[in-house]
């Protein structure tokens, strides 16, 4: 039961950072001005360390121990 | 987008000043350090939950983290997203309010009455930015570069542009 209701919540923080990624991405996209190509190197910035990030929390997120938790209430 | 006419020439792409991004990383830096103070916190959980206490440690610096970067970069967007165009015939004020809010003001050289500089502020005098309040003739239409960097150097551009201009219309 906690290892659901843990990875529930965690696969809504990774949907709602995606959903923030969606909207970097496109506004970075769509409002850049024409002679500046400075929002593509933005874009490749956030997306590379988004995704190690997003690797990491998905490996330690396998490393809980869940059967040991014991909640207390 | 924002669409320029082939022969116009863009002359200046302002946004506000270093510092201001700056400091803001500076405090997303500031929070990404956090993590780490309490992190030795943990060896004062009860000895039965020291196996679980730093896995579980690990995971939420993790998203903590990922979370801390995705706002970080939303700052970021907006910073760069914020710009003022100076090209030979009009100003161009964008102004990303929110993620969904953006406003896109366009003034004619030709319009602009008066450049007023403000330079408030201990920061602001010693790292040279400030506020350019530009006014057109309509009563009501002001446009404000906020936290530029050289203000004067700007408002020195723009006189210089409206006078050039302002011949040729008459």
């Known amino acids: ?73 | 987008m924002i669409q320029f006419q082939p022969d116009e020439k863009i002359l200046m792409v302002v946004r506000r000043h270093w510092f201001l991004i700056f400091s803001k990383a500076f405090v997303f830096a500031i929070l990404l350090a956090a993590p780490f103070f309490v992190y030795p916190f943990a060896v004062l959980a009860p000895f039965e939950y020291q196996a679980i206490i730093y896995p579980l440690l690990n995971w939420m610096i993790a998203v903590y983290f990922l979370f801390l970067w995705v706002m970080f970069f939303l700052t970021v967007v907006h910073y760069y997203l914020d710009i003022w165009v100076i090209t030979d015939r009009r100003i161009l004020d964008v102004v990303q309010r929110s993620l969904f809010h953006r406003e896109v003001s366009e003034f004619a050289i030709n319009k602009v009455q008066d450049v007023t500089v403000t330079v408030k502020g201990f920061m602001p005098t010693l790292m040279h930015f400030g506020d350019v309040d530009v006014k057109t003739a309509s009563e009501t239409t002001t446009l404000v570069f906020y936290s530029i960097p050289e203000p004067y150097k700007i408002q020195d551009l723009i006189i210089q542009l409206s006078q050039r201009q302002s011949p040729q219309q008459q």
Request: net charge positive.
């Open chain 1, 1 to 73: 039961m906690l290892r659901l209701i843990f990875t529930i919540f965690f696969f809504i923080i990774l949907a709602v950072g995606g959903v923030f990624s969606w909207v970097i991405i496109y506004l970075l996209k769509t409002f850049a001005l024409p002679q500046n190509d400075r929002s593509k190197f933005l874009f490749y910035l956030f997306a590379s360390v988004f995704f190690i990030l997003t690797a990491l929390s998905i490996f330690f997120f396998f490393r809980i121990p869940f059967d040991k938790i014991i909640l207390p209430f």
